[in-house]
């Protein structure tokens, strides 16, 4: 067996970061939990209201590509929690605090999995109402949700948050020779996560304000790299394909600005869901990567998420 090797360039970092990207609410508690996945650790975060009695409604979230627990889906997960709702925000394998190997690793696959556990596990605890559970994605973490929800008849409902939903594509070789490299010699080869300097998986200026920032999502869990060989997976995730496989009630927020606007559409469009159970939003002000931080979009798409999920789960 060969020991994981991680090739990669250093960032220049500060020296004190802080462990999250957002405030928790009032009225909200936060608790460390785990649980396994093919025999890996994933660790999550369990966002729950205060002086609460009998089962609750939950809600899984999924977050943007390289994104780890105490950034989109910890804010969302928070401000969902304020409004009655358990909602789980985890470290997908390879990244953050749980296990797997090699680091940094974007799979669709593990992470679909990885989310289909969290609803098992999730359905099992006492404090979780299991005939309430649904699933609320961020950015590319949209497309894993509903990946998963249309397999796991756990999932009653779906959210999804600036939505990008991959095609695929043409089949990456640079990819593909990473993998075997990591494959024959243990040596994973990594690139940036966000960069507009250095060969990156966002190349754009948004996504390094955003994950670069210190004041924003560079918190002490987030590492700015992504495994060199998730191009061969990424170019193999055609994510539309699930859309006709999609009945489940669905809210799609999306902004005009957002880079992954048309993605998000041709998926609402295309979903088996009924026009009486699917409703479209739109926060027109916002580029993108806002819709992870800012603290005012995030209050007004928690009410809107609220309703849709008290609605049908």
């Known amino acids: 067996a060969h020991i994981p090797v991680l090739v990669h360039r250093f960032l220049s970092i500060p020296s004190i970061m802080k462990s999250y990207a957002f405030k928790l609410p009032l009225g909200v508690v936060r608790a460390k939990v785990s649980f396994p996945v093919l025999g890996e650790k994933v660790v999550a975060e369990l966002y729950k209201p205060l002086n609460t009695t009998g089962p609750l409604p939950a809600v899984v979230f999924g977050g943007p590509?390289?994104?780890?627990?105490?950034?989109?889906?910890?804010?969302?997960?928070?401000?969902?929690?304020?409004?009655?709702?358990a909602c789980l925000s985890l470290d997908h394998r390879t990244y953050g605090e749980s296990q797997g190997q090699p680091r940094q690793y974007e799979n669709y696959e593990s992470k679909i999995e990885d989310l289909n556990a969290a609803v098992e596990w999730l359905s099992g605890q006492e404090s979780i109402d299991s005939s309430r559970i649904g699933t609320c994605g961020v950015c590319l973490?949209?497309?894993?949700?509903?990946?998963?929800?249309?397999?796991?008849?756990?999932?009653?409902?779906?959210?999804?948050?600036?939505?990008?939903?991959?095609?695929?594509?043409?089949?990456?070789?640079?990819?593909?020779?990473?993998?075997?490299?990591?494959?024959?010699?243990?040596?994973?080869?990594?690139?940036?996560?966000?960069?507009?300097?250095?060969?990156?998986?966002?190349?754009?200026?948004?996504?390094?304000?955003?994950?670069?920032?210190?004041?924003?999502?560079?918190?002490?869990n987030y590492r700015n790299e992504v495994a060199l060989m998730y191009r061969e997976k990424w170019q193999e995730y055609d994510s539309m394909l699930v859309a006709p496989k999609h009945s489940l009630p669905l809210c799609m927020i999306h902004g005009k600005q957002s880079f992954a606007v048309e993605s998000g559409m041709a998926f609402y469009d295309s979903v088996a869901t009924s026009s009486e159970n699917k409703s479209l939003h739109w926060i027109n002000s916002l580029p993108h990567t806002d819709f992870y931080d800012n603290p005012d979009a995030i209050k007004e798409i928690g009410g809107i998420l609220s309703g849709h999920f008290h609605a049908h789960l």
Do not use: W
Request: hydrophobic share 40%; proline share 4%.
């Open 65 to 85: 590509l390289s994104s780890v627990k105490e950034q989109s889906t910890g804010a969302y997960g928070s401000e969902l929690a304020s409004h009655g709702f």
């Open 141 to 220: 973490g949209a497309a894993y949700c509903a990946s998963m929800a249309v397999q796991n008849d756990k999932v009653k409902a779906t959210g999804f948050v600036v939505g990008l939903f991959p095609r695929g594509g043409a089949p990456s070789q640079e990819g593909i020779t990473a993998r075997k490299l990591y494959d024959e010699t243990g040596e994973a080869r990594v690139i940036q996560a966000a960069s507009v300097t250095e060969d990156a998986a966002m190349p754009m200026q948004i996504a390094v304000d955003y994950y670069c920032d210190p004041d924003r999502a560079l918190v002490s």
